[in-house]
């Protein structure tokens, strides 16, 4: 018997992967710091400027890229992003200075910059609406996945074939997804050789006629808040990625290996976090109908539960402890995603895309700053348990300010296409 699956749900996996491939590619030099900084002698600051160069065109190409995928669709646009990446990720493994791995880290974030608001685009005509939370809490749950394997993975490559191969090795990964996306994926579900009618029934329905231009004006209007929320949840996530390791491996003297399996138990708490987040978010649409108490409810809950299983590791030295908080810490922040990046496609479903990429810049923003501030903090003081305290006020802003989004009123009513009040299944 011959096994056929849905070309929506291959659709969806190679999603999966991207988001997976992703953050390895991103989270890859909080592994091989220790090394890097041994052989390159940079310090604390030094590696926050590295780590933070990532995050640079990463911020400038949020709503730029975003506008790309909707423009040119995202066929095209990630193919040459995982090109890009993928090159990146390659040219780390050669660099010999500050400055050259500064530049191999921008090059990164230039290549990865457009991919998540694209990929939102792609499953907004892939994706049953009743379905979004689910999948980009899947998604995002394969991006912590990510996380979670690059530690051990990063170890054991840099054992076998030093930090410098472990970078070629996992660029080559790259551009591997890169040529399998652009020979299967299509923009319009009908124009895929395996799509069948069943699948297309269930799917939203693509707008007629010319492009709609982005207002910008009221887009960002309705967006800030969101953008708000996702950089305090971005401060914390950054934190974690680029310094977890570090942490680990000097507030307990730990070695790579060592230290990169207690990143990896916290950051594998994010693939559970990350999926019971979008699930529930779905679950709570389907019983009520109210959007706003889906996506607020799961958010601020997340926060919430940051900030307060965070707060023992200020008064704990325990290293069990302070893992088994920590990564309570990570599953509750991810519970976050599902619902946040849903509300870009409920608030502008014509424009998700390019909403996707200016909520996303609060995360990008928070990719520059926190580790640049933690890195000079950690220097400054030689306290690895300050920057967590700063992620907390963070944690505590990102809470209230979820208040302020409203997901629940389509951006086509703002437009004046939608009698006010009117309740739209976004498509």
Known sequence: MKVRFKA????????????FITYVDR?????????????????????????????????LFQVIGGWVGDHFGPRKTLFWCGMIWAAATIMTGFVGSLAALFVARFALGFGEGATFPTATRAMQYWTPASRRGFAQGLTHSFARLGNAATPPVVALLILWLTWRGAFVVLGAVSLLW??????????????HRSITAEELATLPARPQGARPKVPWGPLLQRMWPVTLTYF????????????????????????????ALFASGVFFAGVI?????????????????NVRLARLSVTIVGFAGALLSLLPILF?????VVALCLSAGFFCAELVIGPMWSIPMDIAAKHSGTAAGIMNTGSALAAIVSPLVAGFV???????????????????????????MHPERPFEEAEGLVPPGKVVAAE
């Not at 890097?36 to 065109?57: C, D, H, M, R, W």
């Not at 003081?381 to 979820?402: D, Q, R, V």
């Open 316 to 320: 704990v030295r325990d290293i069990t």
């Open 27 to 59: 989270v890859n030099i909080g592994t091989a710091a220790s090394e890097i900084q041994k052989e390159l002698g940079l310090s604390n600051t030094e590696l926050g400027l590295v780590f933070s160069a990532f995050a640079y065109p990463y911020l």
């Open 178 to 191: 890169g040529i399998a996306w652009v020979w299967y994926f299509r923009n319009e579900p009908k124009d």
């Open 273 to 289: 976090g990350d999926s019971v987040g979008g699930v529930l978010s779905d679950r709570i649409l389907e019983r009520t109908g």
């Open 232 to 259: 305090c949840y971005g401060w914390c996530l950054w934190l974690y990625l680029n310094w977890l390791p570090l942490f680990f491996k000097n507030t307990y003297s730990l070695d790579i290996k060592n230290s």
């Open 8 to 19: 929506t749900h291959v659709v969806l996996a190679m999603l999966c992967v991207m988001y």
């Open 378 to 404: 950690i220097d400054a003081t030689g306290n690895w348990y300050l920057p967590f305290l700063m992620s907390m006020g963070l944690l505590l802003l990102g809470g209230f300010s979820a208040l302020l």
